[in-house]
């Protein structure tokens, strides 16, 4: 595991779970020091056992943390110039065999990956926050990467109870962050053209579509409705909908202002330590409730 701050932690966390041996470098020794124990309160919050910290290994180079890895993810800043940098050392000192994953939100793998003097045994996984509570990991193919590789990574993915998903092309954003990133772009088109506040937006979401979304995809719903009235949608709203091909103004100037979110108290909405620790807590009740049942209905898939 290369980088340990969220992500990694906890994609470290869910291997050594399900019985890997996890070895885990970052470039930040404070980050390293205190991911053992960051693991382990995750770990008590969520009932599950301790023994998995045996299977930690905390290494303070690079070179050594990947020297007899059969797989290696990298969850460093996304900085495609750091990415691209990380993979040359990570391709000189891993094992030949070692199939080699990044878990960037958006940045083309093929991107990151095109130095590399043998390109077919890399690949994305791209993990969703928390990695030990959301199921999907999407494994994106490049037009590099050998079949069993993708095949390899997947039946990993699996054996750890993970949904993984096959990215059959290497296109930014790849499936979720494209969905995800369609609707905020409206969202925030929506507060921006005065149509309502970004109160009212995360409400209209959480009390509509939003409900039935975790059991009732798109396309699903889009059949279950018609094709036919989806058309016919479609022929009337699609032009009425953002598409600037760029970031929002509304959000370059909240930006430009210092109106960063929850980091800095302020951003498209006012938030206080409270505010932000009841948000966090009812996440992430939510998500467990989400686990809980999964795991009720399919017990092969605990831990
Ligand atoms: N945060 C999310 O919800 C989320 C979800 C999916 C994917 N991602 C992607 O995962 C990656 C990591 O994101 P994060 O949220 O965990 O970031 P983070 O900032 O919490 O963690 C990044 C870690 O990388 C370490 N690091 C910096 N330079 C390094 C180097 N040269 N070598 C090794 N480690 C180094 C940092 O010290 C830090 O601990 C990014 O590519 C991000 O886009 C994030």
Same mark, same amino acid.
């Not at 110039?81 to 040359?88: G, S, T, V």
């Not at 590789?149 to 750890?160: C, D, K, N």
């Not at 096959?166 to 005065?194: M, S, Y």
């Given at each position: ?6 992500? +990694? ?50 290494? *303070?180079?690079? /070179? ?9 993810? /990298?969850?460093? *800043? ?12 990570? =391709?000189?000192?891993? *094992?030949? &065999?070692?199939?080699? @994953? ?45 079949? =069993? #590789? ?8 699996? &054996? ?11 296109? @930014?954003?790849? #499936? ?9 772009? =409206?969202?925030? &088109?929506?507060? =921006?053209? +005065? ?8 409400? #209209? ?8 979304? &975790? ?12 094709? %036919? ?26 930006? @430009? ?7 800095? +108290?302020? +951003? ?5 330590? /409270? ?13 467990? %409730?989400?686990?809980?049942? %999964? ?7 605990? *831990?």
């Amino acid at each position: 595991m290369i980088g340990a701050g969220l992500m +990694g932690h906890g994609i470290a966390q869910v291997f050594a779970v399900h019985d890997h041996t996890v070895t885990i470098f970052d470039a930040n020794p404070k980050v390293l020091d205190a991911v053992r124990s960051r693991i382990q309160a995750n770990l008590h919050r969520l009932g599950e056992d301790a023994s998995a910290l045996d299977r930690l290994r905390i290494c *303070p180079a690079l /070179e050594q943390a990947v020297a007899g890895a059969d797989f290696v993810v /990298e969850a460093a *800043p996304e900085d495609l110039k750091l990415k691209r940098q990380l993979f040359a050392a990570i =391709e000189a000192a891993a *094992p030949p &065999a070692a199939i080699l @994953a990044s878990n960037t939100s958006v940045i083309p793998i093929t991107q990151i990956m095109a130095e590399l003097a043998d390109r077919t045994r890399c690949l994305g996984t791209h993990w969703w926050n928390p990695p030990f509570l959301v199921p999907l990991v999407e494994v994106i193919e490049t037009q590099w990467t050998a079949p =069993e #590789v993708v095949a390899r990574t997947i039946a990993l993915h699996q &054996a750890i109870g993970k949904t993984a998903v096959h990215v059959k092309r290497d296109v @930014a954003g790849f #499936v979720g962050n494209r969905l995800q990133h369609a609707l905020w772009r =409206e969202a925030i &088109a929506l507060v =921006e053209q +005065g149509v309502c506040d970004a109160q009212t937006i995360d409400t #209209v979401i959480k009390a509509s579509f939003g409900r039935r979304l &975790a059991v009732l995809g798109p396309l699903e719903n889009a059949d279950l409705v018609g094709t %036919d009235l989806t058309l016919a949608i479609h022929r009337i709203v699609l032009g009425a909908i953002d598409s600037r091909p760029y970031p929002s103004p509304y959000l370059e100037k909240l930006v @430009a202002e210092g109106c960063l979110g929850m980091k800095s +108290g302020q +951003g498209f909405r006012n938030w206080n330590t /409270e505010d932000i620790a009841a948000l966090e807590a009812r996440v992430t009740r939510h998500l467990r %409730d989400a686990q809980r049942h %999964d795991t009720a209905e399919n017990p092969a898939s605990s *831990p």
